[in-house]
């Protein structure tokens, strides 16, 4: 390959809109393009390394018995709505009619789809287990795509599902997924951990989850220093010191027009953690108030399993308006008995740190009043007392009491254990060697392509530019002469058809400028013909991210290569 035919040049500036190190090389190497918010090109050289990193998933996938398949990116949204995902999944998945009118879905993963195809070529259990994967594009819908590569509302996933007649039998594969996975990222050079994670919009009941930590990371892990446990925020349990002191006697504080917790708390003179906060939610089983403290988060994840429903999502205007609660001041404390009397009524779920402490701050659905020393079974109540909120900070982990620590972190892969979520749902049935007639039990994998990449260049990297693991780099050798000479520029020639994986550097450009673009594009090996080519018919070789200079003769460098590549693994 030509250097000067290339689509993507580099560049020296660094991009605008770039949040990370990472991004930037990709950027400026010439990798990838932006089309629009959270949409990516891949150019020549990044599309190569996206490749090879399929290649590499590819061969992990075929090692577990994986049967590759492709299903189409377009489902039925009927499929959806048996599954019972179509309004759990929202605006997140986007919903079209075709030219006869059927509604139809951008499919953002392919549960449904893989059960259907299953459903119509497995008859017996004794084609169990079977593990299909695709490698498939995704669009998911996402408001404000952030972080370039790292998080797209397009992308390539590899996405595999695995049917079992047992659960013994799909807790054996769990771990063989697991393994594959991180044999993936090992191989990317790719830093990472692994923790218990939300289920989501997956269903199922277990997860867990590859994280890299990144500080633009959009998710949070919560790890023990002193045991193993690492969890995602969504599902993490730690224990808090709660106040629980004596019930003192409630009172009224005016607090005028403040409304934000840490504006009520600063007016009042306590910390945030005194106070009682109350956030509205919607679900299949109607209007539903969350109650943590000031200082938490509500964990939906935590809140939909309380509730036993699939999902949990905030109220929107209109359901608060027509309920005629201000969310500003909403509070299980003086609800009006006839919200309470509506139709099933709201219902109230305290997180148990809130329902152990004692003499909090709250609102009361009155604007501009708190109250203070409220407690709970005193001045309200709820129907559910549970941890529904995010692990914060100044938690300890509940096996050894150590302080956990909060880290940033960007999921890479993802393990499910969905059971017979879907094969219930959407009757695959087989029999048994009973005659029995059973539902399958499934397991679903996913791990981003691009987004690997995006991670790869993250972890790999140094001041010049990329460093490819070698065999994920774009090209092996990188190939520039030095001079005018026209016997150094027939032997660079002659090199460059003998050499596979080869990008002759062919521009009239300074010797340090070619030098400076392999630096940032990552190449591994640089051979460089100069004048002593003309003397004895030797060339340089440099390693990338290393100062060493090797010399061969021409005709050998294949195999100089290959001698440095062994030396290095
Ligand atoms: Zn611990």
Redesign the pocket.
């Known amino acids: 390959m030509l250097y000067s035919k290339l689509v993507g040049k580099t560049s020296r500036d660094r991009p605008r809109s770039v949040r990370s190190r990472g991004q930037e090389l990709l950027r400026r190497g010439g990798f990838i393009a932006p089309l629009a918010q959270g949409l990516y090109s891949f150019l020549p050289l990044g599309y190569r390394v996206v490749q090879r990193i399929t290649d590499l998933v590819r061969s992990e996938m075929r090692a577990l018995d994986g049967q590759e398949v492709l299903l189409p990116v377009v489902n039925p949204l009927e499929l959806w709505n048996r599954s019972g995902r179509e309004s759990i999944l929202g605006r997140d998945m986007i919903r079209f009619r075709d030219a006869s009118s059927r509604a139809m879905v951008l499919a953002p993963t392919h549960e449904e789809a893989m059960v259907e195809l299953v459903k119509s070529m497995i008859g017996s259990y004794r084609d169990l287990p079977l593990f299909l994967y695709q490698f498939q594009t995704k669009y998911r819908n996402e408001l404000r795509p952030r972080g370039g590569l790292l998080r797209t509302r397009e992308f390539v996933m590899n996405d595999g599902y695995s049917f079992h007649r047992s659960f013994t039998d799909l807790n054996n594969f769990l771990p063989k997924v697991y393994a594959a996975y991180e044999r993936i990222l090992k191989s990317c050079r790719v830093p990472f951990l692994t923790a218990e994670a939300a289920v989501g919009a997956m269903m199922g009941d277990r997860s867990f989850e590859f994280l890299m930590p990144f500080d633009g990371g959009d998710d949070t892990v919560i790890t023990?220093p002193?045991?193993s446990?690492a969890a995602n925020r969504e599902v993490a349990v730690g224990t808090v010191a709660v106040d629980s002191g004596a019930p003192k006697p409630t009172a009224t504080v005016h607090v005028g027009d403040v409304v934000s917790i840490a504006e009520v708390a600063a007016k009042i003179g306590v910390p945030t953690s005194r106070l009682g906060k109350t956030m509205i939610y919607s679900c299949e089983a109607g209007i539903v108030f969350a109650v943590v403290r000031g200082d938490q988060m509500v964990s939906e994840e935590k809140l939909a399993r309380v509730l036993n429903v699939a999902a949990v999502r905030r109220a929107d205007s209109q359901e608060l308006s027509f309920l005629g609660i201000d969310p500003l001041v909403a509070s299980p404390l003086g609800l009006p008995s006839d919200l309470l009397a509506l139709d099933g009524g709201i219902r109230t779920v305290v997180d148990t740190v809130v329902a152990e402490s004692s003499n909090l701050v709250f609102a009361a659905n009155e604007p501009e009043v708190r109250y203070v020393n409220v407690n709970f079974g005193r001045d309200y109540d709820g129907e559910i007392v549970a941890d529904i909120s995010q692990v914060g900070g100044g938690a300890r982990?509940v096996?050894?009491n150590?302080p956990l620590v909060l880290q940033r972190v960007i999921e890479l892969a993802h393990v499910f254990r969905l059971g017979d979520y879907y094969s219930r749902r959407l009757r695959l049935t087989l029999t048994d060697s009973n005659k029995r007639r059973f539902n399958p039990l499934m397991g679903a994998y996913g791990i981003g392509i691009g987004r690997l990449m995006a991670a790869t260049a993250e972890a790999n990297n140094d001041r010049r530019g990329l460093n490819w693991p070698h065999h994920l780099a774009p090209f092996r050798v990188y190939l520039a002469g030095i001079g005018r000479s026209p016997r150094v520029a027939r032997g660079v020639e002659a090199i460059h058809d003998e050499l596979a994986d080869c990008l002759l550097d062919d521009r009239m450009v300074s010797i340090s400028t070619k030098f400076r673009d392999a630096d940032l594009i990552g190449v591994p090996y640089r051979v460089i013909v100069a004048r002593r080519f003309e003397d004895d018919g030797e060339v340089e070789i440099l390693t990338r991210g290393s100062t060493r200079v090797i010399r061969a003769h021409a005709s050998q460098i294949a195999s100089a290569i290959e001698q440095i590549a062994g030396s290095l693994s």
């Open positions: 023990c002193g045991c446990y982990c096996d050894c150590t």
